[in-house]
């Protein structure tokens, strides 16, 4: 019944959001990798908002039906040379692995300018329970791997200093929920971010 519900009150909405907020962070022609892609929709809609961007995608699970051109990878290590991509963008992806930082280097790696995180932050209280709850919902009839494994923004800034990543854009109201489901699960739960290289 939640997933139903996330399906035709939120998914649609929050794809859209995303879209746009992404197209507007990515430089000028751009070549970009969409780690975690899933289906590619989120990355088919950037491109359809920007043709300048070139977009590729890479996950652990390919789907036959996907938007962008998609390649398997082993969840680790991104199977592309030194600065071979000027983007790399991860959404709602790193909470899903045990230890972000492993994904996050191979960004660093990748990456010619750009590392771009849409994520979760996990400093209020009851955030944990509402992430945890939101990211079952979101994602527990697909199969994917929920270690429920949320950062806070402390967390998250420090990180991006121990790799050397500088700070471009960080921000926390992103519009994804409609009212009243904004009231519960927007808060300041949410985060984007743009690192430079």
């Known amino acids: 019944m939640f997933q139903k519900l996330h399906q035709g009150y939120v998914h649609s909405r929050r794809v859209r959001v995303l879209s746009q907020l992404f197209a507007q962070l990515l430089p000028l022609k751009a070549s970009v990798l969409d780690v975690g892609c899933g289906d590619g929709i989120l990355a088919g809609l950037i491109v359809k908002s ?3 961007i070139q977009m590729n995608g890479i996950d652990v699970l390919v789907r036959q039906d996907t938007m962008i051109p998609v390649t398997w990878f082993d969840g680790g290590s991104i199977p592309l040379p030194d600065q071979s991509v000027d983007v790399v963008m991860f959404v709602d992806v790193l909470h899903h692995t045990t230890d972000p930082m ?3 280097k191979e960004a660093k790696r990748v990456a010619k300018q750009y ?4 994520d979760h932050t996990c400093d209020e209280s009851f955030a944990y329970p509402t992430l945890r709850f939101m990211d079952w919902v979101g994602n527990a009839a697909y199969g994917v791997a929920l270690p429920y494994n949320y950062w806070g923004t402390l967390k998250w800034h420090q990180a991006f200093n ?3 990543l500088k700070l471009a854009h960080w921000e ?3 519009g994804l929920y ?3 489901a904004s009231l519960i699960f ?3 739960l949410h985060c984007l971010t743009k690192l430079q290289v």
Do not use: N
Request: glycine letters at 4%; proline letters at 14%; hydrophobic letters at 40%.
């Open 178 to 180: 409609p009212f009243p």
């Open 50 to 52: 920007r043709p300048d």
């Open 186 to 188: 927007e808060r300041r």
């Open 172 to 174: 926390q109201s992103l």
């Open 115 to 118: 590392v771009l995180i849409k």
């Open 102 to 104: 492993i994904l996050l």
């Open 162 to 164: 121990t790799l050397g």
